[in-house]
């Protein structure tokens, strides 16, 4: 178990923080780490799976930045170091009789750049969750999942 401590890089003026000046210091691993590439989800989960695209549910529509998937679209294209696109996270969800479902919310333009590109898998930490957390993102719109 680690201990999460934030530091903050002093400045002249204190009174705006802004997220780039944020940095994690992790006891376990001794190192810091920027504040970029990270997810509140899967930031302790180090296994990366590549998830079939047609898997994956994604219930909320994309508001997506053209340029910005094209970008992606070409990195990917270019390298498959995942330190360069980082991973989506995946929400994963057993039905009450047993089936898997896999969820995912962020990720928008990622996720479009890999189908675009007709990728059949996409890099995702996967977490296991439950039909509350579910409807914490969905409300009276959550499935009855099997």
């Known amino acids: 178990m680690f201990r999460l401590s934030?530091?903050?890089?002093?400045?002249?003026?204190?009174?705006?923080?802004?997220?780039?000046?944020?940095?994690?210091?992790?006891?376990?691993?001794?190192?810091?780490?920027?504040?970029?590439?990270?997810?509140?989800?899967?930031?302790?989960?180090?296994?990366?799976?590549?998830?079939?695209?047609?898997?994956?549910?994604?219930?909320?529509?994309?508001?997506?930045?053209?340029?910005?998937?094209q970008s992606l679209m070409n990195t990917v294209k270019e390298t498959t170091d995942i330190k360069t696109v980082p991973p989506i996270d995946v929400l994963w969800i057993k039905g009450r009789e047993g089936g898997n479902y896999y969820y995912s919310f962020g990720g928008c333009h990622r996720f479009a750049a890999y189908q675009r590109l007709k990728m059949s898998t996409i890099p995702a930490k996967i977490f296991k969750s439950d039909i509350s957390d579910l409807r914490i993102y969905l409300g009276a719109s959550t499935p009855d999942l099997l």
């Open 6 to 69: 934030l530091y903050i890089i002093p400045r002249a003026n204190l009174s705006v923080i802004r997220p780039r000046q944020l940095f994690i210091y992790t006891e376990s691993r001794m190192d810091v780490k920027s504040d970029e590439n990270r997810s509140i989800h899967s930031d302790n989960i180090v296994e990366v799976h590549n998830v079939p695209m047609h898997v994956i549910v994604r219930p909320i529509p994309s508001v997506l930045d053209e340029q910005k998937v």
